[in-house]
C-alpha cells in the first residue's frame, strides 16, 4: 500500500507540474499567441489594402541601390552575417552552456534560448502565411523571394543581441560602464543587422521595423516570464521563474 506521505508527494507533484503548464500558458504562450495574431494582421494590411508596398519604402530600397559601393557591399555582408541563422544557433548554443557553468543555474540560459527561438516561430509563421515579395531591387543575397515580412534577421539579432545584453547587465548591475557596453553592444547589433538588410536590397523598411518590435517583444516576454523584471535587480519575479529550477 502506498503510505499516505507518498501519495501527498504524488498529489504535489502533479499539482507542481498543473502550475508550471499554466504559468508557461499564461506569461508565455498567450503573449507570443497575441503577437503572432497582431504580426499576421500586419502582414495582411501590408499585402491587402496596401498592395505589399508602404509609402516611400520603394524610393528607400532604390537610393540604397544607387548608392552601393564595394567597401559597404562588404561591410553589409558581415554586418548581414551578423544574424545568419547557423551564426545565431551556434552563439546561442555556446552562450546557454557558458552561462550554465558560470551561474550553476538553467534560467539565464532557458531565458536565452526562449527568446531567441521565440521570435523565430513567429516569424516563420508570419513568412508561410503572409508571403510578401521582396523589395523590387536587386538583391545581394540569396533568398526565398516571397519571405520579406518581418526582417528574420533582425527579430534574431534583437533576440539574440539584446538577450545577452540583459543577462550580461543584470549580473554587472552595480559597473555602469559594463551595463552601459552592454546595452552599447546589444542595441548596436540588431541596428547594424537591420541597415544592412535593407542596404542589400532584402528587405522593405517595414520588415525590419516590425522585425525590431518583434525581437523586443520576444526578449520582454521571456525576461519577464524567466528571469523577473530584469530592468530593477532583485525585482520581484512571477511564477513562471520555477520552470528554471
Not at 10 to 17: F, I, N, P, Q, V
Not at 25 to 38: G, M
Not at 72 to 79: R, S
Request: glycine share 8%.
Amino acid at each position: 500500500m502506498v503510505s499516505d506521505v507518498e501519495a501527498a508527494s504524488r498529489t504535489s507533484g502533479r499539482a507542481g507540474w498543473t502550475e508550471k503548464v499554466a504559468a508557461v500558458a499564461r506569461f508565455i504562450l498567450l503573449p507570443l499567441a497575441l503577437l503572432a495574431a497582431v504580426t499576421l494582421g500586419l502582414g495582411w494590411l501590408i499585402m491587402k489594402p496596401l498592395h505589399a508596398e508602404v509609402s516611400g519604402e520603394v524610393a528607400l530600397n532604390e537610393a540604397f541601390e544607387q548608392d552601393r559601393t564595394p567597401l559597404l557591399n562588404d561591410l553589409t555582408h558581415y554586418g548581414s552575417m551578423l544574424s545568419d541563422t547557423p551564426v545565431i544557433i551556434v552563439l546561442t548554443a555556446i552562450a546557454a552552456i557558458a552561462f550554465r557553468l558560470v551561474f550553476k543555474r538553467w534560467r539565464e540560459s532557458v531565458f536565452l534560448v526562449v527568446a531567441v527561438w521565440s521570435q523565430n516561430l513567429v516569424f516563420l509563421l508570419a513568412t508561410y502565411f503572409v508571403e510578401r515579395p521582396r523589395p523590387g531591387v536587386h538583391h545581394l543575397d540569396p533568398a526565398p523571394p516571397t519571405s520579406s515580412f518581418p526582417s528574420g534577421h533582425t527579430s534574431a539579432a534583437v533576440g539574440f543581441y539584446v538577450g545577452m545584453a540583459v543577462v550580461l547587465a543584470l549580473h554587472t548591475h552595480r559597473h555602469t560602464a559594463l551595463r552601459v557596453l552592454w546595452w552599447v553592444l546589444g542595441l548596436a547589433a540588431p541596428l547594424i543587422v537591420a541597415v544592412s538588410r535593407l542596404y542589400r536590397g532584402m528587405h522593405h523598411l517595414s520588415d525590419v521595423s516590425w522585425g525590431l518590435v518583434l525581437g523586443f517583444v520576444c526578449v520582454a516576454v521571456a525576461a519577464y516570464a524567466i528571469l523577473g523584471t530584469p530592468w530593477r535587480p532583485g525585482g520581484r519575479r512571477p511564477e513562471p521563474s520555477a520552470l528554471t529550477g
